[in-house]
């Protein structure tokens, strides 16, 4: 059974930092995409923030400037550095992959999106 597990979060001041971690664990292939979402109170979750397995990362216009996505291929890893952070970043942030079971020749790839059980940041004001 393919896991991911968070960890990073916690309660900060306006402005300041936290770094999120993600890794995946389990049996499977390679991961492709990693992400992290967040659904703040009240709200739907949202998009963060992506890094693709080459490395290509695309933020929501919310986090821009403020907040960086790296991979860790060895480790299988994907983490979140958060700084200049606002009451509005308070969430549960929940890691996203897009992970390959195993792959045969007549099927290609056996793909399986995989969350994270998510962790939380809240930030005060």
């Known amino acids: 059974q393919v896991q991911l597990v968070e960890s990073g979060g916690g309660l900060v001041q306006a402005g300041g930092s936290l770094r999120l971690s993600c890794a995946a664990s389990?049996?499977?292939?390679?991961?492709?995409?990693m992400g992290w979402y967040r659904q703040g109170p009240g709200k739907q979750r949202e998009l963060v923030a992506t890094?693709?397995?080459?490395?290509?990362?695309y933020y929501a216009d919310s986090v821009k400037g403020r907040f960086t996505i790296s991979r860790d291929y060895s480790t299988n890893a994907v983490h979140l550095q958060m700084v200049s952070l606002k009451p509005e970043d308070t969430a549960v942030y929940y890691c996203?992959?897009?992970?390959?079971?195993?792959?045969?020749?007549?099927?290609?790839?056996?793909?399986?999106?995989?969350w994270g059980q998510g962790t939380l940041v809240t930030v005060s004001s």
């Open positions: 389990g049996r499977f292939l390679s991961v492709n995409g």
């Open positions: 996203n992959a897009d992970i390959v079971l195993y792959t045969t020749i007549e099927m290609g790839d056996t793909k399986r999106e995989v």
């Open positions: 890094i693709t397995s080459d490395g290509s990362t």
